[in-house]
T-cell receptor, first 113, second 114 residues
Framework: SQKIEQNSEALNIQEGKTATLTCNYTNYSPAYLQWYRQDPGRGPVFLLLIRENEKEKRKERLKVTFDTTLKQSLFHITASQPADSATYLCALDEDTGRRALTFGSGTRLQVQP | NAGVTQTPKFRVLKTGQSMTLLCAQD?????MYWYRQDPGMGLRLIHYSVGEGTTAKGEVPDGYNVSRLKKQNFLLGLESAAPSQTSVYFCASSTSQGRAYGYTFGSGTRLTVV
């Protein structure tokens, strides 16, 4: 069966360090992989996406990598700030013909001042 | 622009009651989606629509019905609520290339069934 795995344990880091979040998937051949941020009590907010033929994508302090051989995406936040504290979700388009994204359960990031 | 608006924001239902959740978007998006989010389960797709008058089942459609009579609105109905439907419900919309441009989500409806 298709599965998306994100670390369920919270990631705690110090302000100024780089946070690295992992998204692993099995039995998918996604054309796109997306990352979202979700704050408590709010809906997810789209951050950036990467295509299957791209190895790396950057947006300001954010960087995403996509390794289709390892079936893994890494999401990096450089020079992290307490305001970056949130839950981060990865999402893939399914290869079953269903035209909707499938989401991982997310990883909570806590940046300590 | 308001983006995606969900009403109501909170609701408590008794088992067996019915209700409709409303989602409205003002971005002229073709696609709309209903997800539910439960602790540790992530977002799970209930139903989605790729255009006015069309709907399709998602991962967890049982116990829910949907309608998309107008392009800007997507309704989620619970005919006979059950405690297992206690959850936070999110509506989202996207262009037809949503997988390439991202989804816009509403702020959610927190539903408790007692």
């Amino acid at each position: 069966s298709q599965k998306i795995e994100q670390n369920s344990e919270a990631l705690n880091i110090q302000e100024g360090k780089t946070a690295t979040l992992t998204c692993n998937y099995t039995n998918y051949s996604p054309a796109y992989l997306q990352w979202y941020r979700q704050d408590p009590g709010r809906g997810p907010v789209f951050l950036l996406l990467i295509r299957e033929n791209e190895k790396e994508k950057r947006k300001e302090r954010l960087k995403v990598t996509f390794d289709t051989t390892l079936k893994q995406s890494l999401f990096h936040i450089t020079a992290s700030q307490p305001a970056d504290s949130a839950t981060y979700l990865c999402a893939l388009d399914e290869d079953t013909g269903r035209r909707a994204l499938t989401f991982g359960s997310g990883t909570r990031l806590q940046v300590q001042p | 622009n308001a983006g995606v608006t969900q009403t109501p924001k909170f609701r408590v239902l008794k088992t067996g009651q019915s209700m409709t959740l409303l989602c409205a978007q003002d971005m002229n998006h073709e696609y709309m989606y209903w997800y539910r989010q439960d602790p540790g389960m992530g977002l799970r797709l209930i139903h989605y629509s790729v255009g006015e008058g069309t709907t399709a089942k998602g991962e967890v459609p049982d116990g829910y019905n949907v309608s998309r009579l107008k392009k800007q609105n997507f309704l989620l109905g619970l005919e006979s609520a059950a405690p297992s439907q206690t959850s936070v419900y999110f509506c989202a919309s996207s262009t037809s290339q949503g997988r390439a441009y991202g989804y816009t989500f509403g702020s959610g409806t927190r539903l408790t069934v007692v």
